[in-house]
């Protein structure tokens, strides 16, 4: 019988870099005799013989870079957002198949909506949308970011209730992850503050519209307290200034 080879036992002692995988460092400028002295293996002259980082990424040899030649028209918009639509008929559809609950103590979310499949990704946020109205025969409760009027009115008509609330990246995170240690952000620009205390968009921090659902156990006091805050502007008004014609004494006639 054939004696096994011994494999050596792997230690600190007999560890050892792979063959090849490791070279001595490439000294220049240390006289002729090495062959890099003198221009260091650089050649004479030219651009690439220049200390620096050299030309850029999109230097073509001093001819105009494409980059340039191609026109540019438009601009991007930092605030824009990409809603997730989804329409009433498909909610009602998921809703038949027992996909989707729907109730005042537990309304669908952004949450509830992706984990169901109803949609692939939330985007910025969900935007309920009216189209398939007829076919909504359930009373919905709903929390999302936006909705249409066609959709505000279906759902009111059928018994139910819809509330619009505001998302940063943050807090949808947080609520698709089902997050609620933290506590979700308030709107910040004007635009926003305005849309979400609108009574007809059923912006979440209108004032006429949590006395309405002040019994819906969704209704959190947070919501309460940034109605007072964010709600303050619409009470403000800011005429045009009084000119002061007054004159003083050593003028007056």
């Known amino acids: 019988m054939a004696s096994r080879a011994r494999i050596a036992r792997v230690t600190l002692a ?11 460092q490439k000294r220049v400028g240390r006289g002729q005799g090495s062959g890099y002295g003198r221009t260091a293996g650089r050649g004479n002259k030219g651009q690439n013989s220049r200390s620096g980082p050299g030309p850029g990424i999109a230097f073509e040899g001093g001819q105009t870079p494409i980059t340039k030649l191609f026109p540019k028209r438009g601009f991007v918009n930092p605030n824009t957002r990409t809603w997730a639509p989804v329409n009433l008929d498909r909610i009602q559809h998921w809703v038949d198949q027992g996909r989707l609950q729907s109730s005042p103590e537990k309304p669908i979310t952004a949450r509830e909506l992706l984990l169901s499949g109803c949609v692939h990704q939330v985007h910025d946020g969900v935007k309920i949308l009216g189209d398939g109205a007829e076919h909504l025969k359930t009373p919905l409760y709903i929390v999302a ?12 008509e059928g018994g139910g209730t819809i509330v619009c609330k505001y998302y940063n990246e943050l807090a949808l995170r947080d609520c698709v992850k089902g997050r609620t240690d933290r506590v979700d952000a ?16 059923r912006g979440y921090i209108n004032n006429y519209l949590l006395k309405t659902l002040k019994d819906m156990p969704f209704v959190q006091e947070r919501w309460v307290a940034l109605s007072q805050q964010l709600g303050v502007h619409r009470k403000q008004h800011f005429g045009k200034p009084i000119k002061n014609n007054s004159q003083p004494v050593s003028q007056r006639s």
């Open 186 to 201: 308030a709107p910040t620009r004007q635009e926003d503050i305005r849309w979400y205390t609108t009574r007809i968009n």
């Open 145 to 156: 970011s936006r909705a249409s009027k066609s959709a505000i009115k279906a759902i009111e």
């Open 14 to 24: 007999n560890l050892s870099p792979a063959k090849g995988s490791q070279h001595s």
